[in-house]
């Protein structure tokens, strides 16, 4: 089984965790309008699948932020969605609240199913680790970094670069 750690302490990951080059799972997700979303929906595009614990944590929130201001840079062929178990409400509050608009916010709050499938899903928390997921446009795993430490930030250099690889 898959570990990280929260302040040290170790945590164990459920599912099996995806690698590049492999077909990226498919998911539903709920959207802060509480409709489904999934990889369907963004078919055609790099999809970058940004995973945190909550919205709600400083280092979430810094690193989401952070994506936003990204975005901007990147081309319209680029979608950056953030995946985490917060309710769909408390992350639309937290998108207001941060001005965030250029990331999607999706939840995993009710089966924790896209966890489980990128092998992501923190068995003691019921929490989201910290990764990010490049995914081509026609769905293949491109980049994948798993954060070992989940109040460490993501390599963002090592994203985007692989995000510019694609557009």
Request: aromatic letters at 6%; one cysteine or more; glycine letters at 6%.
């Amino acid at each position: 089984m898959n570990t990280v750690t929260f302040q040290g302490n170790v945590l164990h990951l459920e599912g099996a965790p995806v690698t590049c080059g492999q077909k990226a799972p498919d998911f539903t997700l709920s959207a802060n309008d509480l409709s489904s979303r999934s990889l369907a929906d963004y078919a055609g595009k790099v999809l970058v699948l940004v995973t945190v614990p909550s919205l709600d944590t400083p280092v979430c929130d810094m690193e989401v932020r952070r994506f936003n201001t990204e975005a901007a840079a990147l081309s319209d062929k680029v979608r950056i969605v953030a995946v985490s178990c917060d309710l769909p409400f408390a992350q639309a509050r937290w998108c207001g609240a941060a001005g965030v608009q250029a990331v999607e916010t999706l939840s995993d709050h009710k089966e924790a199913a896209f966890g489980k499938a990128y092998g992501l899903l923190i068995r003691e928390l019921r929490l989201l680790a910290r990764a990010v997921l490049v995914v081509t446009p026609d769905g293949v795993l491109a980049h994948s970094e798993v954060v070992p430490e989940i109040t460490h930030e993501p390599d963002y250099a090592a994203a985007l670069a692989a995000v510019r690889k694609l557009v």
